[in-house]
């Protein structure tokens, strides 16, 4: 993963109001040192009603903290009560939009066709997709991961060109690790990691395939970081619960280190 350069994202999920998220903020910029940027690209992705607040903060205080959605709507506007469009996320300095994280596949069913427009409705407001692949136990433990994760991938990259594709972000994530505690071994992290790597090789082309980020999330803390990033083909993480704790989630920027 040499030429890829980490890449550390704090899903905070529902929660931190928008005064919790500015003191959150402030702790990151404030605990993270210029080495820590140069190591790794670190962003937060808070909810929706937080992301003003976050961008006033970083745009006043020229924070190297990027930021970005847990979600987008398809659409890009219009009768759509309770949808945030791609665009009004461009306008508020968004760099990512969360795509096909497991709690939307699974509270608000969003299959691989939903996920595959959402991820063309980004591109149309120049967001890089954080798009999140992963099996479930039961698939895991039939040894169908690979297949699994690799054809949620064909799913989200439907008329998806080479040139757009080459800014994504992949996040593998398996369910079962997910807020559990339960964490993938750097190895099952590496294998599928890997596949999602050489299905893009088949799908576009090596070089596109091999300057993609991806990324492994499940219950990564700051003791665990360093195994995963010791990987080959895995490029940084996606991080939950550990992303609430300020400290712990610079140390995790720091990989472990
Ligand atoms: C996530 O929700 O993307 C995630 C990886 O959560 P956790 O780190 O809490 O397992």
């Known amino acids: 993963s040499t030429a890829r350069k980490p890449l550390i994202a704090g899903n905070w999920k529902m929660n931190l109001n928008h005064l919790e998220a500015i003191a ?15 190591r790794a690209d670190v962003a937060v992705l808070p909810p929706f009603t937080d992301l003003r607040s976050v961008q006033t903060l970083v745009d006043g205080d020229k924070l190297r903290i990027l930021y ?20 009004m996320l461009a306008k508020l300095g968004c760099t990512f939009a969360t795509i096909g994280h497991s709690e939307r596949r699974q509270y608000h069913h969003e299959d691989d066709d939903v996920v ?24 895991r433990q039939a040894g169908g ?27 593998y994530e398996p369910v079962w690790a997910i807020g559990t505690g339960e964490v993938a071994t750097p190895d099952d992290a590496q294998e599928v990691c890997g596949a999602l790597r050489e299905r893009l090789a088949e799908l576009y082309d090596a070089d596109v395939a091999a300057g993609v980020r991806i990324l492994y999330g499940g219950s990564v803390k700051s003791d665990n970081i360093a195994g995963i990033m010791a990987q080959p083909d895995v490029d940084g993480a996606l991080v939950g619960g550990a992303s609430l704790d300020a400290g712990e989630f610079v140390k995790i920027c720091r990989l472990g280190e």
């Open 116 to 139: 595959n427009v959402k991820v063309q409705a980004a591109y149309r407001h120049s967001l890089t997709p954080i798009l999140c692949v992963g099996e479930g136990l039961p698939v």
């Open 24 to 38: 959150h903020t402030q702790k990151l910029a404030f605990a993270l040192g210029d080495k820590d940027f140069d």
């Open 68 to 87: 970005g959605a847990q979600d987008l709507s398809q659409h890009d506007g219009g009768a759509y009560t309770g949808e945030i469009s791609g665009a």
């Open 145 to 171: 991961q690979v297949a699994y994760s690799v054809a949620q991938l064909e799913g989200a990259l439907r008329k998806v060109t080479a040139e757009q594709v080459a800014s994504i972000v992949l996040a």
